[in-house]
């Protein structure tokens, strides 16, 4: 599992430490993909979380979600999470927006710093990483949880059985993540088994479809340790 870590990291890290420019482009690339913001709140309603609530937002790129999700939700806190290059970029660009975003450079792979947050969000985060590899970074997120942290997953929900009937771009992403990062779409047996492997105590307590603007399988899982 420390290879392929190891492997992980150096493939994002690239982009920031040896290519700077293009690690620029890539965080940039990142802001439109997937259709972030209607799609994130039309899964979660984080209008309903309590105020003052903490949000922090792990793997957070430059803060676009955040960002979108602070612009409607004034009651919210939020810590974007993410490598040097990103969060210099998310710095820049909401440096004169007076949301409530603090910025912190921080690995995933490491221990979470951010002790007793409401929540520890993870948008497209963990399809890039295989079982055990995404096990690690849950794992380094249980020592930071208090009685009333939970755990978002945004991601896909892959059918049980691809046929006819599944979406093309699951397909598609589900070859590209195993090409890529040795990962996978998952269904959500095998996100359930991910966050068992994690800890025998989390327990997925919800999966939020949401609303008519969610876009193909993404939903919201939501983790608590029970």
């Known amino acids: ?16 430490q040896k290519d700077p420019d293009r690690g620029r482009r890539f965080s940039l690339g990142m802001t439109p993909h997937t259709g972030s913001y209607a799609s994130s709140m039309a899964l979660y309603p984080f ?26 939700n004034h009651h919210l806190k939020f810590i974007v ?5 990103p969060i210099s970029i998310g710095k820049s660009t909401y440096k004169d ?21 409401d929540v520890y969000f993870m948008r497209r985060v963990l399809h890039d990483h295989s079982d055990s590899v995404g096990a690690n970074v849950l794992r380094n997120i249980v ?8 755990i978002l997953i945004e991601d896909m929900i892959a059918p049980d059985l691809y046929g006819e009937d599944s979406e093309w771009f699951i397909n598609h992403a589900d070859i590209v993540m195993m090409m890529m990062h ?3 779409e998952r269904t959500l047996a095998q996100w359930e088994l991910l966050a068992k492997k994690a800890n025998e105590k989390f327990k ?6 949401g609303n008519e603007e969610a876009r193909g399988n993404s939903a919201i899982i939501e983790i608590i340790l029970s």
């Open 143 to 150: 020592g930071a949880m208090d009685t009333k942290s939970r």
């Open 204 to 209: 997925i307590v919800k999966v939020w479809k």
């Open 1 to 16: 599992m420390i290879n392929q870590i190891q492997a992980d990291l150096e493939s994002f890290e690239y982009f920031y």
């Open 47 to 72: 209008k309903d979380l309590p105020s003052g609530a903490l949000i922090v937002d792990v793997g957070g790129g430059s803060g676009h979600v955040s960002g979108a999700i602070a612009t409607a």
């Open 182 to 184: 040795n990962a996978k």
């Open 97 to 117: 927006s007076g949301l409530p975003i603090e910025w912190q450079v921080h690995n995933a792979f490491d221990p979470q710093p951010v002790k007793g947050a």
């Open 81 to 85: 999470q993410d490598f040097e290059g």
